[in-house]
């Protein structure tokens, strides 16, 4: 993507010591140890490997993003708990990646700006806080072996930008606008949360099954998928040579069919959180070829 010389968004933190312990983490990095559960299923164990840790990763994305309540790991200062120091805005950019990210954001800022004034709303934006290895959100420890989340309790995307290696050395998914899909696919959250959608599915998923619950919460993952093409769409204008390909990849990579697949050889649909590989990609081209919100709605199709 052609961003150079855009504006880099004022609503980027950085958290530096400080961060708590916990979340998911693999002894030794990516090998070793044991199996690790579901989080979101609950069933079964996962065996250890890279593509088992890249299931996990995105397992809790689905966990975290979908709308866990805040456990109370934030001070009143709203610095990471445990005494560590937040900078904000250009000093919380440390890189070009960083301020890759940063430059997306502010794109999704401007984009979806534009969309919600043509319905006469204001667009809140949300706040990403970039973090090494460990930090804290108000939904809990964050930590980089979970991926990517958005927090809705204090509307928060958090990253640790380590994992765009990880999608491209483990899951063959490099490219910038692989990493502008994962930044856009998280502000996808955050609409759903500003626009209600999200609090009136976790309702629906309190009454629900198991397996229903995961059943929603893959409609909840597909249509910030198609939010993340909706706001393709409007960057046409920076968009490259490969970029569709690049996000085409990304999608099927991170497919749940897929990623269980590779990592136990075969898949358990009913456990599914985030949608198959084709029904991802078929979702964010959506987005890209419509560019129109309206088309994101994945709560009354029968065909995902």
């Given amino acids: 993507m052609r961003l150079g010389g855009r504006r880099t968004s004022s609503n980027i933190e950085r958290q530096t010591g400080g961060g708590r312990g916990g979340g998911f983490r693999l002894p ?7 199996g690790l559960p579901l989080p979101s299923s609950g069933r079964g164990q996962l065996g250890c490997g890279s593509i088992a840790f890249i299931v996990i990763i995105f397992l809790v994305m689905s966990y975290m993003g979908g709308g866990v309540g805040g456990l109370g790991l934030t001070d009143g200062s709203g610095g990471p708990a ?3 120091e937040v900078t904000r805005g250009e000093q919380a950019i440390q890189d070009e990646t960083d301020r890759f990210v940063a430059q997306v954001l502010a794109s999704t800022e401007d984009r979806w700006g534009e969309i919600f004034a043509e319905r006469g709303e204001r667009y809140q934006p949300a706040t990403l806080v970039f973090y090494d290895n460990r930090g804290s959100s108000g939904c809990g420890a964050a930590d980089s072996a979970m991926g990517p989340f958005y927090c809705p309790a204090d509307q928060k995307i958090y ?10 050395t483990d899951l063959g998914a490099g490219g910038d606008f692989a990493q502008a ?13 500003i626009t209600g959608i999200s609090s009136r599915v976790r309702q629906q998923q309190q009454r629900a099954s198991r397996e229903e619950g995961n059943a929603l919460q893959v409609r909840m993952e597909l249509q910030a998928d198609c939010y993340a ?16 390909e ?5 999608a099927q990579a991170i497919g749940d069919d897929t990623l269980q697949q590779a990592a136990q050889g075969y898949t358990v649909p009913e456990s599914f959180t985030h949608g198959t590989s084709a029904q991802r990609q078929r979702w964010l081209r959506r ?3 419509s560019g129109d919100p309206a ?6 199709t029968n065909r995902l």
């Fill in 295 to 300: 088309q994101c709605d994945t709560f009354r």
């Fill in 181 to 193: 899909y994962v930044v856009a696919h998280e502000v996808g959250h955050h609409i759903q949360t």
């Fill in 28 to 34: 030794g990095g990516m090998g070793g140890g044991g």
């Fill in 159 to 168: 990253l640790d930008t380590a994992f765009f290696n990880q999608m491209r």
């Fill in 229 to 244: 093409g909706v706001w393709a769409n409007r960057e046409r204008d920076a968009m490259e040579p490969g970029d569709f």
């Fill in 82 to 84: 445990g005494g560590g």
């Fill in 246 to 250: 690049e996000g085409m990849r990304a």
């Fill in 287 to 289: 987005g890209i070829e």
